[in-house]
């Protein structure tokens, strides 16, 4: 019988990235934009939680339906909390992570998908940091 491993400590192993080597990322991540960086979360939460810090509203993710329920309860639908989101001014947006499934559009309405991505496409640039993915504010924008 396989045995199925329950945590990845240094290894690389089919579960995805090390702890170590996600700290290491997010090392990278808080040397490139500063202490006081604002990162925000859009389908990668492991990134804030191993910075320390807190998304600026109370939704980690847009996937399987979240961008509905963001709709519903966001004053100004799914373009209020896009506009929340600009008013933060993020430095970069955290979006996937190796061994993640899941890109940020997953499960939403095809709509919400072309608002979201219309909304970073003006505004960042995808960059990999280590083990995660970023839109990075994009100066030329």
Request: no cysteine; net charge negative; charged share 25%.
């Amino acid at each position: 019988m396989q045995q199925t491993p329950t945590r990845n400590v240094e290894s690389e192993h089919p579960i995805g990235p090390s702890l170590r080597a996600q700290q290491r990322s997010v090392e990278e991540i808080r040397e490139r934009f500063g202490q006081d960086a604002r990162i925000v979360s859009i389908n990668a939460p492991q990134v804030l939680a191993l910075l320390g810090t807190e998304n600026p509203n109370p939704y980690l993710f847009t996937t399987e339906g979240i961008d509905r329920q963001i709709a519903a309860d966001v004053p100004g639908g799914f373009e209020g909390w896009l506009r929340s989101l600009e008013a933060h001014d993020p430095d970069a947006i955290a979006f996937f992570a190796e061994a993640q499934r899941q890109q940020p559009t997953s499960g939403m309405t095809v709509e919400h998908a072309r608002q979201l991505n219309d909304w970073l496409d003006t505004r960042y640039r995808v960059e990999k940091i280590g083990t995660f993915y970023l839109y990075v504010e994009d100066p030329s924008s």
